[in-house]
Every structure is written in C-alpha cells, then in structure tokens.
C-alpha cells in the first residue's frame, strides 16, 4: 500500500526557536497533503491543505504566518513552527490521498512527529 | 456542537465480543472515513464510504445517508483492536473529525 513518512518523528526545541517537519509520499506523488495537530486525549484536528505549486489553504483559526507549509514538489510537503512556543507543543500529522482527490479519497497518513517546546 | 459526534467514548469488551461504534453527523457529506490510531500515535485509515456497506476481514463499516449516520462493525474482537477509531466527514471543502472512540479488548 501507499506509504507516507514524516521527519523527524520526535523533537524537542527551545522556546522561539524554528521546527521544520518534512513529510514525504514514498510510492505516489501526492498534489495535495494534509496537516494535522493533535493534542493529548484529543482528536485530530485539520491545520491546513498543502497544494503542490501554490499556497497552502490554512483552517479558521490557525496562524499562516506561525505554521508555514511549503508544497515544492510532489513527493514532499513541510510544515516548519516558526518561534515555537510550550503551547505549540503537540502531535502534528500529515496525511495524502492517492489519487489527489481531496478528502473523498482514502487517506495515507504519516507517523506523526512528537514537537516538544521547552 | 460538534459536526461529528462518536458514541461510545470509552468502550472495553471481552476478547471475542461484537463491536459497534456510531458516528453521526450533522454537515451534508462527500465521504465518511473511520480511522485507527494505535496508542503508538500511528493513523490507518480502515474505510472511506460514500454509500452502503464496506467489509475487510473483521471490520465493517456502513452508511445511512439519509440519516446522517455511520457505524463501525468489529466481529470477534481481538486485543490488537484495542485503539482509537475516529470517524470523519469530508463535506467536499472540510474535514470534520469526531473525538474518537477508545477500545480496550480484554484477552
């Protein structure tokens, strides 16, 4: 099956510092990837839509300018945390379908990587 | 309110028992997928239904589009079920995820 990848899988930072978190689709391109946070006991809740070749699509709340996602190329999307905070510390996720449809597609999804602000 | 409701939050059973979790939800949807997070944090996705019933091993999943509901089937449930479903609707512009069922199958 469809295999997506996330680096690092674990990190732990400095209050203000910048966390770059790459995800990768292994064995498809992916035109559009999903980020996710999670928080502890929570649920999964959508950041943002990453589109290869254009700008990322953010959810309500959620600060383009402190999540920034770039989409350069087919197999790999990023999610840098830009001046990271305690509070931003949480299980970030990324997801692709296959066949580029959205949400009406089954959805491949990385292992996550654990952000630890200090 | 949440667009997409779970019940039950918590649910332990006996190694062998039927399984039923429901989701409903309250938006007009394009698809309905149920996901399994591991206590690792892993995400696998089990179903993705716009229609009717789905069947894969033990698991089956069905939709009622007119009642706006879903459910979640596990036959002969095994202690390597034990894990998180969620499940989350695609309404062709947004996702929107429930809040997750916890299982816990006792061997």
Redesign the interface.
């Known amino acids: 099956g469809a295999v997506v990848s996330q680096h690092p899988s674990w990190v732990i930072c400095k209050s203000g510092t910048s966390v770059k978190i790459e995800c990768r689709s292994l064995d498809f391109q992916a035109t559009t990837m999903f980020w996710y946070r999670q928080f502890p006991k929570q649920s999964l809740m959508l950041m943002a839509t990453s589109n290869e070749g254009s700008k990322a699509t953010y959810e309500q709340g959620v600060e383009k300018d402190k999540f920034l996602i770039n989409h350069a190329s087919l197999t790999l999307s990023t999610l840098t945390v830009t001046s990271a905070h305690p509070e931003d510390s949480s299980f970030y996720i990324c997801s692709a379908p296959t066949s580029g449809r959205a949400g009406t597609d089954t959805q491949y999804f990385g292992p996550g990587t654990r952000l630890t602000v200090l | 309110k949440n667009e997409v409701e779970q019940s039950p939050q918590n649910l332990t059973a006996q190694e062998g028992e039927f399984i039923t979790i429901n989701c409903s939800y309250s938006v007009g949807i394009?698809?309905l997928?149920w996901?399994q997070q591991h206590p690792g944090?892993?995400?696998?996705?089990l179903f993705?239904l716009?229609s009717g019933k789905k069947k894969h091993g033990r698991l089956i999943a069905t939709i009622n589009i007119q009642e706006k509901h879903s459910s979640l089937h596990i036959t002969a449930s095994h202690p390597r079920d034990s894990a998180v479903y969620?499940c989350?609707v695609?309404?062709?512009n947004?996702?929107y995820?429930?809040?997750?069922t916890s299982l816990t199958v006792i061997p």
């Open positions: 394009s698809a997928h996901l944090g892993g995400i696998v996705s993705m716009s969620i989350a695609h309404t062709g947004q996702f995820f429930g809040t997750g």
